[in-house]
């Protein structure tokens, strides 16, 4: 029998979902620790593949406030990190026709991220960087995914604003980044996000419709 505590549990769970968005706008006000704390421990909630995982602490979270000394270096590594890959993927271009078509966006990004006043990191209250440990097989950013859905839900669930910073995933073999935040170096893959109180509403986005995308077999 379903009860009516687990429907409302259903229809929160996919209100929750329905309504999550990618913010870009965050106010100055930083969300207190506890719920920063409830966050991290969706994230650390999330799935993982164990085949291979060889420590205890096999994922870690680092979350940097945006007035710690940390925020300004690790913007400063993650923004040479930024030109890195934006001068392989200039390259890439060159040779790949496909990469031509499909990048340019990305490319605007990274050559965006690249100035000195832009604001990479401290447009939100918190930075968060979550760690996996590398392992066999390699489905340490799979995991990660995981992990930062579990944060991005709850982040949404606490009516907080959540952004990936999908660029700190070129950091994890960044020996000064990862020693900023604490992690031995090449024993992690890095993924991060950016947390605070959105400053305006995202607009709502297109999905696919079930009834054009699914087939059943």
């Known amino acids: 029998m379903v009860t009516s505590e687990k429907i409302d549990c259903d229809k929160v769970l996919e209100e929750v979902i329905a309504s999550r968005r990618t913010v870009r706008r965050f ?14 421990r969706a994230g650390l909630l999330a799935p993982y593949s164990g085949l291979g995982v060889s420590r205890e602490d096999f ?8 007035e710690s000394p940390v925020m300004a270096q690790a913007t ?9 890959t934006r001068q392989r993927l200039e ?16 490319l605007k990004v990274l050559q965006i991220g690249e100035k000195e006043d832009a604001p990479i990191l401290s447009k939100a209250p918190y930075y968060l960087v979550v760690a996996e440990e590398r392992a066999i097989p390699h489905v340490e950013h799979c995991s990660l995914a995981h992990c930062l859905q579990n944060m991005w839900l709850e982040a949404t669930a606490l009516g907080l604003g959540f ?15 990862c020693e900023l935040l ?24 297109k999905r696919p419709d079930p009834g054009r995308v699914v087939t059943w077999l």
Request: proline share 7%; hydrophobic share 40%; net charge positive.
């Open 76 to 84: 400063e590594l993650l923004r040479r990190g930024m030109k890195a």
């Open 27 to 40: 106010t100055p006000q930083a969300p207190p620790r506890d719920l920063v704390e409830r966050v991290v």
């Open 91 to 106: 390259q890439e271009m060159q040779l790949d026709a496909h990469a031509r078509s499909r990048a340019q966006a990305y």
């Open 163 to 177: 952004q990936l910073v999908t660029a700190t995933q070129g950091m994890s073999d960044d020996r000064k980044f």
């Open 59 to 66: 994922r870690r979270v680092a979350v940097v406030p945006r």
């Open 182 to 205: 604490g992690l031995p170096y090449g024993i992690f893959v890095l993924d991060g996000c950016l947390l605070g109180y959105a400053a305006e509403t995202p607009a709502s986005v």
